[in-house]
């Protein structure tokens, strides 16, 4: 009796396991699923936004000035906003005095200004002469990194410059481009604050650059005029946000171009 009882606990333990086993494999499955589920979501939400932004009625186009959308595709919940490449800093179009302006405006204080100005600089330039605060090729081997001596190709490059810190980039990069493009100018009304301060060269506290945070806050209506923006060969970043009922989210970052041609509406210039 001892030992068949014995050998139903043995059975019983090695059922509970294979349980076990399968409860885990089920809720990894499971969640591969619902990563997949919030991923078409998200990819749904981009579509979305360049359906928006193609309609021929002007007042029936989503506008590109960085305001938030909130939608459902499913049981998801997204959260979009359309930004205007044009309305950002063009990270390799800058002069030495509009890269001091723009640390400046994101809080490095002056002993971290003259050490990141000099390292962007040699970031960028072609030769390895080391700028008196500055950093070349030797100063980056602990690192394991390799200063690209032209210009940016990511916005992800800026993080790795001697001087720079995480707090100070996570500022920065929401108003930075590598996509401006080779024409066109610099957008005021959709741009985002620190990049209109920079760029006007107001500073954050300036009239023009709190409207502009009231826009996007929704505390006041933008005043970008539709009818007179032209979307054709002008990059666009579009962020989707999709979320579901347990706190589950996947974000989408794209960034698009419109072309204006039947066959090929638009290219994709960035995605992650």
């Known amino acids: 009796m001892v030992a068949a009882v014995a050998g139903v606990a043995a059975f019983a333990f090695i059922a509970f396991e294979v349980l076990a086993v399968y409860r ?37 186009r989503w506008t590109i ?14 959260t979009i906003v359309v930004e205007d490449e044009h309305g950002k800093i063009p990270l390799n179009r800058l002069n030495e005095d509009q890269v001091r302006q ?6 490095a204080n002056p002993k971290q200004l003259d050490q990141l100005v000099d390292t962007f600089e040699d970031w960028q330039d072609e030769d390895d002469d080391k700028r008196d605060n500055g950093a070349e090729a030797p100063d980056y081997v602990l690192s ?41 100018s610099f957008s005021v009304e959709d741009a985002q604050p620190l990049a209109l301060a920079v760029l006007s060269g107001t500073g954050l506290d300036s009239p023009d650059v709190v409207d502009r945070e009231h826009e996007l806050s929704g505390e006041k209506p933008a005043m970008q005029d539709q009818q007179n923006v032209n979307l054709v060969g002008r990059p666009l970043t ?34 992650e």
């Open 24 to 60: 885990g494999a089920i809720a990894s499955v499971n969640g591969q699923v619902e990563n997949a589920r919030l991923t078409a979501a998200a990819d749904a939400g981009v579509a979305m936004a360049v359906w928006g932004l193609s309609q021929p009625d002007s007042y029936q």
């Open 102 to 107: 723009m640390f400046a405006a994101a809080g």
């Open 65 to 78: 000035d960085g305001r938030t959308r909130s939608m459902r595709y499913g049981d998801a919940l997204l």
């Open 144 to 184: 394991g990194i390799k200063p690209r001596n032209s210009d940016f190709e990511t916005i992800g490059e800026l993080a790795m410059i001697k001087g720079m810190n995480l707090a100070l980039y996570n500022k920065l990069a929401p108003s930075l481009t590598v996509f401006f493009g080779e024409t066109g």
């Open 238 to 271: 579009i962020r989707v946000l999709a979320r579901d009922t347990e706190g589950a989210r996947f974000q989408r970052n794209a960034i698009i171009e419109f072309t204006g041609g039947k066959t090929d509406p638009y290219w994709v210039r960035w995605v």
